[in-house]
């Protein structure tokens, strides 16, 4: 294993915390989304189990985060420094978003609140995964790391939350909930918008080969061509999440939308974030400093 492999392979625990958190905002604006416009009934319906099982996933999130760190038990610390770190906002605005998921948990497990009242810590709640994914986004866009400062890093972190966000939804919706409605179409139009922009930005920004990405020498040794093979992995695995899309939405095994074929596209989309996330931990390379 070359030190460029190696030292992204130190990378699994942010490659997992980065992913699962965004399944989960993206996971919440889906359904977010179907509590917010008309004809919200099978989305209430699904609420009562999809809040604890988003509040499970961001938890996962955080605990594999830990495995980064050195000295675990002393993670409570980053919060001390949220005015001028992005590392102590990112765990403030993750913290708010799953203390407001909570609270709709209760409150929706007790049926309690107003409309006007879920609608509001809804909207709250939509903006706070914002905050927590941009917050993300600009703890890594640092000026010494050429190959991350760019608009490759923000761009794709919010398409993996559009990926796999709506995706995850509907898997569940279909499998596990059995519930009717908004989130398979939703899924369709969201999953296979975010895959177009997905191929663009890669196009346009992937360090080393993009026509507006950083040039080779700021990747210091690692070859173009691993790039162009991370890329062909995430390709191929895009193109069959499009397939499964395709299959499932066409209902060619007995249904609007089948969840086998859904669940082949959420692996294959997870497939292709996990190539596209280890590659930009595998190109990290600090200059100047």
Do not use: D
């Not at 609420?47 to 955080?62: D, E, Q």
């Amino acid at each position: 294993m070359s030190r460029f492999r190696a030292s992204a392979a130190k990378e699994w625990p942010l490659v997992g915390f980065t992913l699962l958190s965004q399944i989960a905002v993206g996971a919440f604006w889906t359904i977010a989304a179907g509590l917010l416009l008309p004809g919200r009934g099978p989305a209430i319906h699904l609420t009562v189990r999809a809040f604890p099982a988003l509040i499970a996933v961001l938890i996962l999130a955080a605990a594999l985060s830990l495995f980064h760190l050195g000295r675990p038990h002393r993670a409570v610390f980053a919060l001390n420094n949220w005015r001028r770190s992005w590392l102590s906002r990112e765990i403030v605005f993750e913290l708010i978003f799953l203390l407001l998921l909570a609270l709709l948990a209760i409150l929706r497990w007790r049926k309690a609140g107003s409309p006007e009242l879920i609608q509001g810590i809804l909207i709250v709640s939509a903006v706070a995964g914002f905050a927590f994914l941009f917050s993300m986004s600009r703890l890594y866009m640092l000026n010494t790391v050429p190959a991350w400062r760019g608009l490759n890093t923000p761009l794709s972190f919010f398409l993996s939350a559009l990926l796999l966000g709506p995706l995850f939804v509907a898997v569940a919706r279909r499998i596990f909930f059995q519930t009717p409605g908004f989130f398979g179409p939703a899924a369709v139009i969201a999953s296979l918008s975010a895959v177009l922009l997905i191929v663009l930005i890669a196009i346009l920004f992937t360090p080393g080969i993009g026509f507006l990405g950083v040039k080779n020498a700021t990747l210091a040794e690692y070859p173009v061509s691993r790039v162009y093979l991370f890329l062909l992995f995430r390709f191929a695995f895009l193109a069959a999440a499009v397939l499964g899309i395709v299959l499932a939405a066409k209902g060619r095994f007995g249904g609007p939308l089948n969840g086998t074929w859904l669940t082949v596209a959420f692996l294959n989309a997870l497939g292709s974030e996990i190539s596209g996330r280890f590659l930009f931990y595998a190109i990290y390379n600090r200059v100047g400093v």
